[in-house]
């Protein structure tokens, strides 16, 4: 028997579903604030995510699925989608015009990390990204978006939305400076990968899960008491806003973003559902990785959310069955068959989901197989309906039933579809 490879998993039955829920409402939910879909190819160059994840990162590091190409091209399955998108952009010279624009895209993803609850080696994105726009009221609407979502999926009770600003090119250095001063004062006490990051980028010392590494830096010094006028004015911007749009937040101090292209707002939408995986959907400002990955000096600030994990929360509700057709059709073999794949055909073109036992089973097991597909309606095709050219039309939910003139099935279950 082959078995799947580790970290990779199989979405059937139930989970199915809920997948197509959370699909659906997130486009639509994209769609009500104007993004336009963003189709991206899963493979990329190398250096694509080298330059705009970074080369010192724990994902270019570690994580990536990157192999070389049989015509020597580096290549990887991609990590994550917001280089990917930055690179189509500048590629098509999507800037020309200048204008602000709004993509959303939806897809696996791809990384080489322990497996372990919440966190697959292949696993669900959706993201969106804004360019062209720099202030703060682009901010708190892409903020929005995300927490709509949670309102949207009902998963609104489970998760609460943190914000934060890490300052910018101009402020930064200093706080660097801060840091490097503290953390050197700990350098004993720092997991390895801290004491690497301590040279490279010592903010994101305050993002490592490390035990040992977390409660050193409880008394860090935090982004929020260094920065420069420009971006208190700008997170000041954002926080009115978000009061405007009435979305509920709590500022977290010690949220950072690892890269220097990223500048003044970050936040991440949390939970405490989902075991150690904190984060439901994480985002920011990143005004430089437009032109680090050779465009022009375009600002742009996203998020990614993981469909996996709005999928596990959606799930403790319960809402949604296995299965959900319209209509069952029960029908018996040289009796009613043929009049009843006309009936399903009937229906189906009506655009109301219908099915049948195709084997023409005995009654009481096609009822017992039009319960398993939770079948609104039940359509009885037996003897005494075939001599009238009548259907007896059963409500599975009131228990009622009606016997109908086959001509007129499709408007009686849309009729009674539209009232529910």
Known sequence: MYKKVKGFRDIYGLESRYWQKVEKILKETFNSFNYQEFYLPVLEKTEVFNRGIGSTTDIVEKEMFAFEDRDGTHVALRPEGTASIVRAYVENKLYNPPATSKYYYIGPMFRRERPQKGRFRQFTQAGIEVFGSAGPAIDADVICILYKLAENLGIDKYVSMEINSIGCPECRPAYYEKLIDYFTDHKEELCEDCLRRLD???????????????TITKLAPVALDHLCDGCEEHFTGVKSYLDALEVPYNINPMMVRGLDYYVRTAFEM???????????????????????????????IGFATGIDRIVALCMLDETEKENEIDAFVVSFKDISDKAAVKVVKLLRDAGISADMDYDFRKMKKQFSLADKNGARFTIVL?????????ATVRDMESGGQEEIEISNINEYISDKLRRN
């Open 200 to 214: 490279k980028n010592p903010m994101r010392i305050l993002d490592c899960k490390n035990p040992n590494c977390k």
């Open 270 to 300: 949390v939970t405490d559902k989902l075991g150690a995986q904190a984060a439901v959907g994480a985002g920011g400002r990143y005004d430089g990785l437009i032109k680090l990955l050779g465009g022009p000096e375009v600002p742009g």
């Open 382 to 390: 037996g003897e005494d309906e075939m001599a009238k050219n009548t």
